[in-house]
């Protein structure tokens, strides 16, 4: 299931990102290791509820969100702060908007 997700996701984000939510679930690995990040899990949890494409990311403190512009990207930045603020004050969570790289890896020749 995972795998047809993964496939899923590479159609949301590079023509379809109304597929970005159903692209992101997983079935495989989250539910698992929830126990062990449980605020991330929480708010991964929350984010989702809300409609928003939200993973862990690496072994769990981030999160990652996909957001579809700049609108979406605001919500999600709203809904965090008021989620966080209100069920895990003492955590000090830090939210950074990263923009996406749309060139990808380039490779500079210097020649002496």
């Keep these: 299931m995972n795998s047809g997700r ?3 996701l590479i159609h949301a984000l590079t023509q379809k990102p109304e597929f970005l939510y159903a692209g992101t679930e997983d079935y495989l690995h989250q539910s698992y290791r929830a126990e062990a990040m449980r605020p991330s899990a929480a708010l991964i949890r929350a984010l989702r509820n809300a409609g928003h494409a939200a993973v862990v990311s690496g072994a769990g403190p981030t999160v990652l969100v996909l957001a579809d512009g700049e609108a979406e990207a605001a919500e999600v930045l709203g809904f965090i702060e008021s ?3 209100a069920n895990t ?3 000090g969570w830090r939210v950074l908007k ?3 790289d749309v060139e990808g890896a380039k490779v500079d020749l210097h020649r002496r």
């Design 83 to 85: 989620y966080t603020e």
């Design 89 to 91: 004050p003492g955590i």
């Design 6 to 8: 993964a496939a899923l």
């Design 98 to 100: 990263l923009a996406v």
